[in-house]
């Protein structure tokens, strides 16, 4: 019980905290421009290792204790071996869709080693072209040791075409 009211208070704030930074035109990176540049360069690598089909790359830009929400469901992944279990069966599948999270702004913590990303995000199918999902993300990252750990993403699905939209 006591996790699931943590999780519902963590997705309150992540999305008021986006909230708040898409209304405010001035979002802009802020922080240690090397740190910054950093999640930058980890969250191209999760993108690319999406579109690779690198299960190891996934692996490696996540946090033992990650946190996925998904856009449409708000279907909850905790920790990151059931991240790299739902990575795995979408590789399987040769009509996958490929997921591009784009930030927007990259806000680092003066205070602690944690950075928070918001962006845009879109998945399109492989093969059935014209059938996709894209929205709206924050994600939080945490330097372990010399590396950006992604700790935390959360969707919001705000588009969509073909199976990706809810049935009548």
């Given at each position: 019980m006591?996790?699931?009211?943590l999780s519902a208070l963590?997705?309150?704030?992540?999305f008021g905290l986006s909230t708040n930074i898409q209304a405010n035109p001035q979002c802009a990176s802020?922080?240690?421009?090397?740190?910054?540049?950093?999640?930058?360069?980890?969250?191209?690598?999760?993108?690319?290792?999406?579109?690779?089909?690198?299960?190891?790359?996934?692996?490696?830009?996540?946090a033992d204790g990650v946190i996925l929400i998904t856009g449409s469901d708000s279907?909850?992944?905790s920790g990151a071996s059931a991240q790299i279990e739902l990575w795995s069966k979408e590789f399987e599948n040769p009509d996958?869709?490929?997921?591009?999270?784009?930030?927007?702004?990259?806000?680092?913590?003066?205070?602690?080693?944690?950075?928070?990303?918001?962006g845009s995000w879109r998945g399109e199918r492989v093969i059935t072209k014209g059938e996709f999902a894209a929205g709206s993300y924050a994600a939080k990252w945490r330097?372990?040791?010399d590396k950006w750990r992604l700790e935390s993403e959360?969707?919001?699905t705000e588009d969509c075409a073909g199976s990706f939209c809810p049935g009548d």
């Open positions: 006591k996790y699931h009211v963590f997705v309150s704030f992540l802020s922080g240690d421009a090397e740190a910054v540049k950093a999640v930058h360069q980890q969250r191209t690598d999760f993108n690319q290792a999406i579109a690779n089909k690198d299960i190891g790359g996934v692996a490696a830009v996540l279907d909850l992944f996958r869709a490929i997921y591009v999270r784009t930030p927007a702004c990259i806000r680092v913590s003066p205070v602690l080693p944690i950075a928070l990303e918001y330097k372990s040791g959360v969707f919001a």
